[in-house]
């Protein structure tokens, strides 16, 4: 596993975009993701307060923004680029899925500088600049519609930046939960269902077909806690009475 | 793995939303992923033109999007459940990370309508309303900055739930691949560098340290194409007159 020190090594590379707001939300994208280092070559419009706006939180992003003439000019410094594109080319790199492009380029970070690229909303990379990038990328989509807003996709790469790059470990605990019932509590449970199912008529202990084994299985599936069994075991005994 | 059809299955409920541009957008990021089946709770401002022009080309998931009074509203007919959440919360579900969330969802789709919930921007989902749902699902961020925006949230948790429910195959190949050399064609290559650069003076045959190896690792990482060859032998040629 990457250290997470590699997403600070990865530039989020934006060539001619049209749109302000794309800005401002992709810097957005980029530092929920932990990616803070922005390149805009040769943005129309910005800075803009569409991007401001767009960015929330993450106008420090946009502030650190390095605004590049070319291409080349970005990717000066460092070892390898991804490009996103979503059409075919002619003459063309093979491209790879987004989720295995994003783990081979946040392994390559670990050996130095390396960029992932995207293209003008409407455009996309022209070939000259797609030539300059070592490796393609393509986000899976619908066939039929395959129209990701840019922004959208700088966030899903990024987010499979993150994926590959660290480790998130166990979602947080509930602190809430209550300790979990022992196997003898779950047992002493269920025999006390049956007991009283038996006793209210339900359960003719002459045919019993599978109501007890399925009633373990629901019980094994809710992985039950002691104050759970507790009380159900206190709402049986009150049908009992 | 699920059919697509699964996807037909999945509806993404927006629980009071506060930005009609976040319809727009999640709609978007939907029908990219091949979803089409958008549940608005009691949605501040809809229809409205900025939801119409961030849908861009999704206006018909939009015109189609079923509008609810309550979360129970949009959740019958279902059979499973999913909230996003980004904070921790008191008596609480066991939180699980996107992908397995999705992946989890994805697979309950094949048994019957399910649903992906989201809350507002702002607020979340309330209390209650996460109390409907049966699991819960956190998108990994960075800990400082967690404030993913809403539709950028739909966008991960949408493609994601594609890449649970889609095999998408191999990437689309590149039409201008060249027929790969064969191992005899690059051996040749490899030989008559050697003898070309020994011929030149650049390498001491007396002392060839690990050159040729490493050009022969070099052209492995490559992939030669038989046109590349023939290009390199000419050249190889050239400067040996």
Redesign the interface.
């Known amino acids: 596993m990457s250290l997470p020190s590699s997403l600070e090594r990865i530039r989020i590379v934006l060539c001619q975009p049209s749109h302000p707001g794309n800005i401002g939300?992709a810097a957005?994208?980029m530092?929920?993701?932990?990616l803070t280092r922005l390149y805009l070559v040769a943005p129309k419009i910005f800075p803009d307060p569409q991007a401001t706006a767009m960015a929330?939180?993450?106008v420090d992003v946009l502030a650190n923004a390095r605004i590049c003439a070319s291409l080349a000019e970005a990717l000066t410094g460092t070892v390898a680029a991804t490009a996103l594109t979503s059409r075919?080319r002619?003459?063309?790199?093979?491209?790879?899925?987004a989720?295995p492009a994003a783990a081979q380029l946040a392994a390559e970070a670990a050996s130095g500088e390396v960029a992932l690229v995207f293209g003008n909303e409407t455009a996309g990379l022209s070939n000259e600049e797609l030539s300059l990038c070592r490796h393609w990328a393509?986000?899976?989509?619908?066939r039929e519609?395959?129209?990701?807003?840019l922004?959208?996709a700088v966030?899903?790469l990024c987010?499979e930046l993150?994926?590959a790059a660290?480790d998130?470990g166990p979602?947080?605990?509930?602190?809430?939960?209550g300790a979990p019932a022992s196997h003898e509590e779950v047992e002493a449970l269920i025999g006390h269902l049956e007991r009283a199912v038996i006793a209210s008529g339900f359960l003719d202990p002459a045919k019993p077909k599978r109501l007890i084994p399925r009633m373990r299985r629901m019980f094994a599936r809710a992985g039950l806690e002691k104050e759970e069994v507790n009380i159900l075991r206190g709402m049986l005994s009150s049908f009992e009475k």
């Open positions: 939300a957005r994208a530092k929920t993701m932990g929330a939180g993450a075919r002619d003459l063309a790199t093979e491209p790879a899925w989720r393509l986000i899976p989509t619908d519609f395959k129209s990701l807003n922004a959208q966030q899903i987010y993150r994926m660290v998130a979602p947080p605990t509930v602190t809430e939960a």
